[in-house]
C-alpha cells in the first residue's frame, strides 16, 4: 500500500509525538541544505521535516526544491527551532516528483492576485487561496448541515432548462445545431429549434427556484445548491458568469419567515466558519490588515476580518421598506451633496452606490430591504395588497452586505393563481409553456417563500476577499472561460 501516511494538519497536534510517520506533501521552501517545509493542504501550517547532515547524497539534495513532492518517513520529535512544536527526524526522503526551480512559477515569495489568477491552476498552493478554498469547502459542508438539520430536502434542479427563471433573458443557449449558417430554418427564416437535440430552444438555468417551487409543493421545504449561469456582461467584482446559488423554498411560508430563515442561515454558515475555520479565517485577517495598512488612513475599513463576522452574528439584521430606503436615500448627505452618479427616486433599482451607502455609510450592518416596486421584480413574486395607485409592490426581498452588497435575493412568491396568470400575461411570458409551474397554482396552492444566497458573495463576505475571481477555482467571466 502506497498511501500510509498521516496527514500534516494531525502531526501538527503533537499527538503522534514519538512516533514513526510518514508525511507526503509539496516543498514549500529548504533550508540549509537540511531544513525542509513541507505542505499537503491539509492546513497552511507546513511540516518541518529535518534531513540531518548525511542522510542525503548530493544528488537528492539537488532535487528538493520548491514545488516538488516527497515522501519522508522519520520520527516526529518535539521541535527545538522556533516557529514549530514538532518536527519530522527523517530517516528517508523520497521523491514522487521533481519541481524545476527556475520554471516554477510560485516562489517563495508575495505575489500579486492578479498574477495567481493567471495561473490558477497553482494557486491553490499558496497560503491565502489554501485557506479560502477550505474555507469554501467549510462553507458548503455547512450549507447542508443547516438545511438537513431542518429538515429540508436537497432538490436537483436541472442545469439545462427551457424556462426563463428570472425573465432576465441573460442566457446562455445550449444546442447541437451547427453554427456555420447551415443550421435548419423555419419558413419565417428563424433557426428551426423543432429540429435540435431536445425538440426545442434550451439554455443553462439561470436559477433552480421555479423547479424548486414544484418540490416545496410536495416536501413542503426544499433547497437547491448548484450552478447557475447568467450571460450579463459584467465585469465587477461581484458577478460571474457561472457561479453557485442555494435556493431554499418553503410551503407555509410568507415573506417575513422567509427573512428570519434567510438571517438566521447568513449567522449559521458564518459561525460555523469561525468555529472550523479559526487558523484560515485568523491568517486571511491577517493578511486584509496588511493590506489594510496600504490604504489611506481615510479608506481603511473600520473592522478586522474576524470582528466583521463576530459583529455580523452578534447583531439583528436591519429590516427596511424600499420605500424607506429610497427617502434614507433622498435625505443623505451624499444625495444633497450630489455624490451619487444614479438618480435617486421612488421607482428605481437601486445601483451598487445606494445599496452601499444604506450599508456601510447609513446601517453599518446588514439590512433586508423589503417591497420593492412591482415593475423591477421578477413575474412570480406576490403582489402586495393595497398599495397606493401608480406603486404597485411585491412581497420581495433582497439581503445587503457591508463590502457585498446584494448577498441574497428573494421573495413570497403569488400563490393566486389568477394574478400570477394576469402579471405573466403582463410581462409577456408564455402561460401555455408553463402550465407545469401553473399547475401548482391549481392543484392545492399554499402561501410560499425562498430565496437565493450568491455562495461565491457569501464566501467573500467570510472571507474578506475583494474580488470574486478569488473565491470560486477557476472564474468564467466576460472574454474568461481559461483553465
Ligand atoms: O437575485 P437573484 O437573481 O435571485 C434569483 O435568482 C431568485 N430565483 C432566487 C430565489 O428566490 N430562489 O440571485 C440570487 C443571488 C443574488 O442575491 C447574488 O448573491 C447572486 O445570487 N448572484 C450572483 N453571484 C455572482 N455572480 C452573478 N452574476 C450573480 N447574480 C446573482
Ligand atoms: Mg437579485
Not at 503533537?14 to 509539496?26: D, F, K, L, P
Not at 450549507?143 to 441573460?170: C, M, R, W
Amino acid at each position: 500500500m502506497f498511501n500510509k501516511r498521516t496527514k500534516i494538519k494531525a502531526l501538527l497536534t503533537g499527538s503522534h509525538t514519538g512516533q514513526i510517520v510518514t508525511a507526503m506533501g509539496w516543498v514549500r521552501s529548504f533550508r540549509n541544505n537540511q531544513f525542509i517545509a513541507l505542505n499537503d493542504g491539509s492546513t497552511n501550517h507546513n511540516i518541518q521535516v529535518v534531513a540531518e547532515l548525511g542522510l542525503l547524497d548530493d544528488a537528492t539534495l539537488k532535487r528538493i526544491t520548491t514545488g516538488a513532492s516527497l515522501k519522508v518517513e522519520g520520527t516526529l520529535i518535539e521541535s527545538l527551532g522556533k516557529g514549530q512544536t514538532v518536527e519530522i527526524k527523517a530517516t528517508s526522503v523520497e521523491i514522487l516528483g521533481d519541481s524545476d526551480a527556475e520554471q516554477y512559477p510560485l516562489q517563495p515569495k508575495k505575489h500579486s492576485l492578479e498574477f495567481l489568477r493567471e495561473i490558477a491552476h497553482l494557486r491553490f498552493r499558496t497560503n491565502t487561496f489554501s485557506a479560502v478554498f477550505r474555507i469554501r469547502h467549510a462553507l458548503a459542508f455547512a450549507v447542508h448541515q443547516f438545511f438537513n438539520e431542518k429538515g429540508f430536502v436537497y432538490l436537483h434542479t436541472p442545469i439545462i432548462t427551457s424556462s426563463d427563471a428570472e425573465g432576465a433573458g441573460e442566457m446562455f443557449r445550449v444546442t447541437t445545431l451547427p453554427v456555420d449558417g447551415s443550421a435548419p430554418k423555419t419558413e419565417n427564416g428563424d433557426i428551426d429549434f423543432s429540429q435540435d437535440f431536445f425538440g426545442k430552444s434550451t439554455n443553462l438555468t439561470v436559477s433552480g427556484q421555479l423547479e424548486g417551487e414544484l418540490g416545496a409543493m410536495a416536501f413542503s421545504e426544499i433547497y437547491t445548491f448548484g450552478p447557475t449561469f447568467r450571460a450579463e456582461n459584467s465585469n465587477t467584482t461581484r458577478h460571474l458568469a457561472e457561479f453557485w446559488m442555494i435556493e431554499p423554498e418553503m410551503a407555509f411560508c410568507d415573506i417575513e419567515d422567509n427573512q428570519n430563515l434567510a438571517e438566521e442561515f447568513i449567522q449559521y454558515l458564518i459561525k460555523y466558519a469561525m468555529e472550523n475555520c479559526a487558523d484560515d479565517l485568523a491568517f486571511l485577517d491577517q493578511r486584509l490588515a496588511e493590506e489594510e495598512k496600504q490604504k489611506p488612513t481615510n479608506e481603511r475599513q473600520e473592522f478586522g476580518l474576524i470582528e466583521k463576522l463576530k459583529f455580523v452574528t452578534d447583531s439583528k439584521f436591519e429590516r427596511i421598506t424600499y420605500t424607506e430606503a429610497i427617502a434614507i436615500l433622498l435625505d443623505s448627505p451624499a444625495y444633497k451633496k450630489k455624490k451619487f452618479k444614479y438618480d435617486v427616486s421612488w421607482g428605481i433599482d437601486m445601483q451598487s452606490e445606494h445599496e452601499r451607502y444604506l450599508v456601510e455609510k447609513h446601517f453599518k450592518k446588514p439590512v433586508i430591504v423589503t417591497g420593492y416596486p412591482a415593475a423591477i421584480k421578477a413575474f412570480y413574486m406576490r403582489l402586495n395588497d393595497g398599495c397606493e395607485p401608480g406603486k404597485q409592490t411585491v412581497a420581495a426581498m433582497d439581503i445587503l452586505a457591508p463590502g457585498i452588497g446584494e448577498i441574497v435575493g428573494g421573495s413570497q412568491r403569488e400563490e393566486r393563481l389568477d394574478k400570477l396568470v394576469a402579471r405573466m400575461e403582463e410581462m409577456h411570458i408564455p402561460t401555455h409553456e408553463m402550465s407545469w409551474y401553473l399547475d401548482t397554482r391549481r392543484f392545492g396552492t399554499v402561501p410560499h417563500a425562498g430565496f437565493g444566497l450568491g455562495f461565491e458573495r457569501m464566501v467573500q463576505f467570510v472571507t474578506g476577499m475583494g474580488n470574486i475571481r478569488d473565491v470560486i477555482a477557476f472564474a468564467r467571466t466576460p472574454k474568461n472561460c481559461e483553465f
